[in-house]
């Protein structure tokens, strides 16, 4: 069927109003014609084979205006807006005139709309027109009211014309070239695509070729280089590296297509996601956590590349724009979260849920982070502490150790109980003591690392913490010293040590740590670790040709942490020799040695 104004005779017919298809059905209600207007139809009979005649054309006329419910048409617009002045019509199909036509818009991120005078066109018929003015980097929110004569009121559905990709193409701004480990960085495309295949988009390159550009996505547990068959994702973030500084850019698409009451969502598999910012604009991490509360604690905390130091380990409370990073999903399932479309949310975050914001070792939360330094990498998400909400797995002040790519430093727990088991943060239910296990583990070279903690805050208790290098036989007391430097080995271990007194210490290693200072003049300081109760424990001073210089101790103790004293006197009490010195420890039969300095 065809409808045209009589006036016109179907030269032309009315655009929306050509070829309406009439299938099955002996008749036809053709609405949101004008009122009170003369009309011609015609019919005709379409098959494989072609068309027919059409038929002679019969006349009608619509019934006058001021009869029923007032009624607006859904505006007809150009969805993609290109930057060019664009119109927004709306007709209304009945009601009681005269009207009142209104045009309501907002850009999206904006928190309000602007009301607006729409102008007429004809009797029914009004329009608005958009410019760059009304829209920002999402584009516009808009809606027609109007009110009847009789003051009957009516509005359409709210609508959106989202930014089109300009003819001209979009760059995406890659800041870096060289094929080197420095030359990586994380990126994502925060535009629906009509082409987003890597071949297409990365045209410019050509055939997948590592020699001169990769791509790679952390995807199912490891980095995986994509294909030219592979497509560009929005909120999907990837690896790209250049040999040579090409430019890469795109055309044909929009921004993505979300707004403040349909925001992008995004699954995040269990565990590590590469995830990459869907927006055109920054987007608070604290804010995508207020949005969704109940999922929040599954959410960790996002990761970004540090391009400087070749790792992962730096967080940020920003998912930028064309870039990315990645997160952790605490739950052995997919969940799902939304990215609010807004530039700041309202409500407050969930990171403070996630704080433990005191160092003092007799409060039930405590929380002493660990520096980790070797080299120009520093990894500062190490740490132990305790909490009466936190669990012996996974809890949300925990912070699983970040995937591996170029360079890595790690310093975690392991459980093996979880399926992601490095846990390079890790706090515990309250208790009166406990031992955690960590592990030492770099790629880069052997330099020395610094393991660096602000000790100011243990507060006036009798709180112990004590950091135990298995692999070197060395105790530190973290409230005596700051920081603790050691050369690297393969599989290093360590124990780190609470009590709230030195009698609920409970070691599972017997050890000999290292006399400080040393070299001493007066005095020197002996640390060692006895793991049973009931142990014959016996220290001495041995001079370097194995003679005895000095007894210290011979007697049965409990298991628990000690320190023994020498003050560089023989056992005739007078002053030694400055020299080369063993501290000879046996514990139930086993015995350890340890080098001392006096000056």
């Known amino acids: 069927m065809d409808v045209s104004l009589a006036s016109s005779n179907f030269n032309p017919s009315l655009q929306e109003f050509t070829n309406i298809a009439v299938i099955g059905n002996t008749e036809l209600l053709v609405t949101n014609l ?10 005709r009979a379409v098959n494989a084979s072609g068309s027919s005649p059409n038929s002679a054309s019969k006349a009608g006329r619509t019934n006058e205006a001021g009869t029923g419910n007032l009624s607006l048409a859904a505006p007809t617009f150009t969805p993609g807006f290109t930057g060019t002045d664009s119109d927004v019509a709306v007709r209304i199909t009945a009601g009681v005139p005269p009207f009142t036509v209104k045009f309501h818009y907002r850009p999206i991120l904006a928190n309000s709309f602007t009301v607006v005078d729409a102008a007429l066109v004809s009797s029914l018929n009004y329009k608005a027109t958009v410019n760059s003015s009304m829209v920002d980097e999402v584009g516009i929110e808009f809606f027609f009211s109007v009110v009847a004569g009789n003051n009957q009121p009516d509005q359409t559905d709210k609508r959106f014309i989202y930014n089109a990709i300009p003819s001209a193409g979009i760059k995406i701004p890659f800041t870096k070239s060289g094929g080197d480990l420095s030359s990586y960085e994380i990126f994502s495309i925060p535009y629906q695509l009509e082409s987003d295949l890597v071949a297409q988009i990365f045209e410019e390159f050509g055939v997948a070729d590592k020699a001169k550009w990769r791509l790679v996505r952390f995807q199912g547990g490891k980095n995986v280089d994509l294909s030219t068959a592979s497509k560009i994702e929005p909120g999907k973030g990837y690896w790209f590296n250049r040999k040579e500084k090409t430019d890469v850019s795109f055309s044909n698409g929009t921004v993505v297509q979300r707004n403040q009451t349909s925001p992008f969502e995004m699954t995040l598999e269990s565990g590590w996601n590469q995830i990459g910012n869907p927006y055109l604009f920054n987007v608070d991490w604290d804010d995508i956590l207020s949005v969704n509360p109940s999922v929040a604690n599954l959410i960790g905390n996002l990761k970004i590349y540090n391009a400087n130091a070749l790792h992962l380990n730096d967080e940020s409370n920003n998912l930028k724009v064309w870039s990315g990073g990645f997160v952790h999903n605490d739950s052995d399932q997919s969940i799902k979260i939304s990215l609010p479309v807004t530039l700041k949310a ?3 975050g969930r990171k403070s849920d996630r704080i433990i914001l005191n160092t003092n070792l007799d ?10 330094k070797q080299g120009e990498l520093e990894n500062q998400y190490v740490g132990v502490g305790m909490h009466p909400e936190a669990k012996l797995l996974k809890d949300q002040f925990d912070d699983i150790v970040a995937p591996r790519f170029i360079n890595y430093l790690e310093f975690y727990s392991y ?3 979880y399926f992601s088991p490095k846990f390079g943060q890790d706090v515990v239910p309250t208790a009166n003591s406990f031992v955690w296990d960590f592990d030492f583990a770099s790629n880069v070279s052997k330099e020395t690392v610094i393991l660096n903690w602000n000790n100011n805050d243990f507060g006036a208790n009798d709180g112990q913490l004590l950091l135990f290098d298995v692999s070197n036989n060395n105790i530190i007391n973290m409230r005596v010293s700051d920081h603790y430097q050691f050369n690297p080995k393969e599989g290093q271990h ?14 599972d290693i017997n ?3 290292h006399a400080y200072p040393n070299p001493f003049s007066s005095e020197t300081s002996i640390p060692y670790v006895i793991k049973q109760s009931n142990s014959k424990v016996s220290i001495s001073i041995l001079d370097v040709m194995g003679r005895s210089v000095s007894y210290l101790l011979n007697n049965v103790l409990g298991s ?3 320190e023994a004293n020498w003050n560089g006197t023989n056992e005739a009490g007078d002053v030694v020799a400055p020299g080369l010195y063993l501290c000879r420890i046996e514990i139930n039969g086993r015995i350890i040695t340890e080098r001392i300095i006096k000056r």
């Open 34 to 43: 004008n009122p009170a207007t003369d009309y011609l139809f015609r019919v």
């Open 346 to 348: 309202t409500a407050g």
């Open 363 to 372: 409060r039930p939360d405590w929380f002493l982070p660990i520096s980790v």
């Open 415 to 417: 459980h093996a109980d």
């Open 494 to 507: 360590f124990k780190i040590l609470f009590g709230i007194n030195k009698s609920v210490v409970t070691p």
């Open 511 to 513: 050890m000999l740590g």
């Open 560 to 562: 628990g942490v000690y």
